[in-house]
């Protein structure tokens, strides 16, 4: 399947995520179907791993991802988790397995939480 029906398949005719959107690794439920919109932003994210690896402020490997959910509120979220600030940044990670970064999270601007979607699964 080619990435643009990837996303049709993932992406409303309002921006919005069709589907919910789940860990890779656990399955647990991030968001519910239609709780963020689509974004593109070119955002570094470390190679995936446990919860603790992540905040220890070394430079990781990683990826640079562009496509994204966009959520406004940190409570629309059913299940996530933080990590402790890397400079001024929150990686968003699965609350149930720890696994991460699914996401980055700026503390200049308290209104935006990325979920990269190379980093989650949809159902």
Known sequence: MEPAEQLNELVSAEGRNRKAVLCQR??????QPGAALFSRRQLFLPSMRKKPALADGSSP???????HWLVNDMFTFENVGFTKDVGNIKF???ADCEIGPIGWHCLD????FYVAL????HE
């Not at 490997?61 to 496509?67: F, I, S």
């Not at 601007?109 to 935006?112: P, W």
């Open 118 to 121: 190379e980093r989650v699964s």
């Open 61 to 67: 490997d990683g990826d640079l991802l562009q496509d």
């Open 109 to 112: 601007d308290r209104n935006s």
């Open 26 to 31: 656990c399955g647990s439920r991030v968001l």
């Open 92 to 94: 968003l990670v699965c």
